[in-house]
């Protein structure tokens, strides 16, 4: 404890610079109008922000993202509040109690509100960070080939599971589809090109950062064209509606503290993301509250629970990414290629070859939560007049960034042909109803997958019993049965019943 509590502060100390001040404000601020904007989403930010940030030190390029992720998932909730249109997804839960207090009048006292539940749930998972990173980072070293392939399997498995709504089998296709993509290319064993098709261009494999630009970035821009615009609610009359709400902060503090724990451990799991987070936090609230009436007609214990929940999988979704070098949301996948970027190789071994970068982390963080709290707090009506930007000239910068960022990476044209097959895809797919999450962590996971598979194949002689024989693989194949299982409505239902019948019984009914 006294060694965590040294290294926070030598932390700390390294990042309290007018320099790094400076580009946690530019960066969150940033971040905020990012995502207050509908169709540009936290990982567009991140992916976009990740290709200006090269001639960055690495300490200030992993500040200036992370202050971008922060405050992205932070400003969704300006939209969602005013549009009911949610800037990003982490803040669909928000709109469901936000934009009925805007209809009131009370847009400035629920832009408030939000803002003191971001900054709590955000505090409460950099506690959780700081406290599971190291031990989860110790766990992570007794994993072999056979634990991470499973690891993956479950990683793409459980995020098709989760973000795809009632029809789980399209967040299955799209994680496979992702998986298929990162077989392009030459393997990471032997080196043998597979699946090139002739073309030489792919023989060094798709680019991870041209595919995020062009699902995240170019799909958004065509998305966001296609929909009619959506009127800001305009809130008038409103005396320091402004400032911040910490009573109501306490008379629902255990809310708080229930949100921000359920965020961080939904951030935990691979692939499953800030909107998760947000819906299992409204929903734990919602049937705890004793006000459950409510809800979704301007209840603020709904919006407190929404918005600590989805800012606390921030945090959350940064431990297995920094443990495990698998993400946690789909900006943390953009983040970790980020880190490989500036030379820092995330998983089991970071605790060893940089042990202060997890508390350098948490600092980061914490800057990016007063930013967003003064910002929140003292620019909500310049966040109103962000909104009104016309799309006709906000898409056509936003379509440029996600032209010069790929191309900066590795001045190739075809990288640029890339980011736009990826965003006519992405919408494609969108249209049809398939979430991007699983196609982008099938991508991420899809090398650590095809590496351990024949690596743990080559250390057991082709026998494939390790992989179902050893603890934690067993651990997993459990979960990803459980899951699939999960995932069938008969199975369900049965279940259901079953639950109901042991109820009762245990009532003697």
Wanted: with cysteine; glycine share 12%.
């Amino acid at each position: 404890m006294i060694e965590a509590f040294t290294r926070l502060f030598d932390a700390f100390a390294t990042l309290s610079t007018f320099e790094m001040v400076f580009h946690a404000a530019w960066a969150t601020l940033l971040g905020i109008a990012v995502g207050s904007l509908p169709g540009l989403t936290a990982t567009m930010g991140v992916a976009l922000l990740t290709t200006l940030t090269y001639s960055l030190p690495r300490e200030a390029a992993i500040l200036v993202l992370i202050c971008m992720y922060v405050g992205a998932i932070y400003g969704g909730s300006r939209s969602a509040i005013l549009l009911n249109i949610p800037g990003t997804p982490a803040s669909a839960a928000t709109t469901l109690d936000g934009f009925p207090l805007a209809k009131q009048g009370r847009a400035a006292y629920a832009m408030s509100v939000a803002t003191t539940g971001s900054t709590l749930g955000t505090l409460v998972g950099i506690v959780m960070l700081v406290a599971l990173a190291p031990a989860l980072s110790e766990l992570a070293l007794k994993f072999g080939s056979f634990e991470y392939f499973w690891l993956a399997v479950f990683g793409v498995l459980i995020s098709g599971q989760l973000t795809s709504g009632t029809t789980p089998v399209k967040g299955y296709i799209a994680g496979i589809l992702g998986l298929m993509v990162a077989m392009i290319g030459s393997e990471g064993i032997h080196a043998h090109v597979r699946f090139s098709f002739g073309f030489d261009q792919l023989n060094g494999g798709i680019g991870l950062i041209p595919a995020m630009v062009g699902a995240f970035g170019f799909a958004e821009v065509l998305m966001v064209m296609w929909q009619p615009k959506a009127q800001v609610v305009r809130s008038e009359g409103e005396k320091g509606a402004g400032l911040p709400r910490f009573m109501e902060a306490w008379k629902y503090r255990v809310t708080v503290l229930r949100s921000g724990i359920i965020g961080t451990l939904v951030g935990l799991i691979p692939g499953v993301g800030e909107d998760i987070g947000a819906w299992a936090s409204y929903a734990a609230a919602r049937r705890k509250s004793k006000e459950r009436d409510q809800f979704g007609k301007g209840s603020i214990e709904g919006l407190t629970a929404a918005e600590t929940g989805n800012s606390a999988v921030v945090p959350g979704a940064l431990i297995p990414a920094l443990t495990l070098a698998v993400p946690g949301s789909a900006p943390a996948a953009v983040l970790i290629a980020a880190l490989f970027i500036h030379g820092i190789r995330p998983g089991p071994m970071i605790m060893i070859e940089q042990p202060d970068f997890i508390y350098l982390v948490a600092v980061m963080l914490f800057f990016a939560t007063v930013a967003i709290f003064i910002f929140g707090i003292s620019l909500a009506p310049v966040f109103e007049f962000v909104l009104r930007v016309p799309r006709e000239r906000l898409m056509p910068v936003v379509f440029t960034l996600c032209v010069i960022g790929p191309y900066a990476l590795t001045q190739r044209i075809f990288d640029i042909w890339v980011m736009v097959f990826f965003g006519f895809l992405g919408f494609a797919l969108r249209r049809l109803g398939y979430p991007m999450p699983p196609l982008v962590l099938g991508i991420i996971l899809g090398d650590l997958l095809d590496k351990n598979l024949r690596r743990g194949l080559t250390l057991s002689d082709g026998d494939l019993s390790p992989f179902f024989t050893r603890p934690f693989s067993m651990v997993f194949v459990a979960l990803i049965v459980i899951t699939i299982m999960a995932g069938i409505p008969v199975v369900r239902r049965q279940v259901g019943r079953l639950s109901g019948a042991l109820a009762n019984r245990g009532r003697g009914t």
